[in-house]
């Protein structure tokens, strides 16, 4: 039973503590710690100092931010201490109206909200060594990616607008140098992203199901099985789907309110344009789904709305062949369909 809890409202170089008590519903303290090993050792020690109560009594709630949010959970999980990370959004619209903002009033407003949704908090759990080093490497090679276009762009745009000069020319010449350097690095990066997926073989077996999929290549692949945790925190394909932001859902209320049906905003949108990307390449390649493609066009259905039906039937298949433990077989029929 939970009885001491601890908001978190994470930045940079510092976090702002709160300690809520349950069973007296109030504020027991606040203090501001640095965000490195020796600020999350005198964390443990004030709050003993404070609360007096055990570990297991204990639990940590904070916005998820990226970097900032990591260290302290993986420090916390590996002394079994229970630790949740939720979006900063999902905490804010259940606060209400709220007036005035600073790190030290959020950190208690994150403590009280553990405390009210203490039956829905989702412990979090990091990442295995070698999924949370495909995770950086997929960051880093999108970084890579960026970078390279940043230099095609610009260097393409300065020789179509400004006369040749010396100026130019040697601004030009060494943006194209630049791109062959970062696709040197691009190439190293996914080959640093193949031999990890090699040195799990749970992890390399479900990879080479997904990629037997056509439109799902090397980064789509490795992409969901970080998301999924290698499918061990998704099992469900809709719930997935709604992640991604796939799924479409009614907009209606009473009789005066009659939205069209369509996808939400909240979702993962990076994986979302890995999706986009391989339901285009399926569209292409997959003779199943080009025809799907082009019979709905012909009826009058937008690009749009198809692409996201392919993008809806790929998650089904990455799930299938991760259930059935398969390669996909494009020729495969229902058995309730070859007996009808």
Known sequence: MKKIFIGIDFSKLKFDVAIYNGEMNQKMGSQEFDNKLSGFKELLKWIILIAGSKYNEWIFCGEHTGLYSYALPVFLSEKHIDICLESGLQIKRTLGIQRGKTDSVDAIRIAEYAYRHKDKLQLFNPLSDVLDGLKDLLAYRERLIKAKKMFQISSKELKSVKKK????????????????????KLKSCEIQIKELIKSKL?????????????????????????????????????KFG???????????????????????????????????????????????????????????????????????????????????????????????????
Not at 165 to 184: F, K, P, Q, R
């Open 165 to 184: 000069g010396v100026i130019s020319e040697y601004i030009v010449l060494d943006s194209n140098s630049e791109m062959v350097s970062l696709e040197t």
């Open 202 to 238: 749970c992890l390399l077996e479900n990879y080479e199901f997904l990629t037997s999929i056509k439109g799902i290549g090397m980064v789509n692949a490795a992409a969901v099985l970080v998301i999924t945790a290698n499918f061990t925190l998704f099992t469900d394909p809709r």
């Open 242 to 340: 709604c992640y991604c932001g796939v799924v479409p859902f009614k907009h209606s209320s009473g009789t005066s309110v009659k939205g069209r049906t369509k996808i939400s905003n909240f979702a993962n949108k990076k994986i979302k344009s890995l999706l986009t990307q391989a339901a285009r390449t399926c569209v292409m390649h997959d003779l199943e789904m080009k025809t799907y493609y082009q019979r709905k066009i012909a009826e009058g259905k937008k690009d749009r709305i198809v692409i996201n039906n392919v993008r809806n039937k790929l998650i089904h298949k990455m799930f299938a062949v991760i259930s059935n433990r398969t390669m996909y077989n494009p020729n495969y029929m229902n058995p309730l369909k070859q007996a009808s």
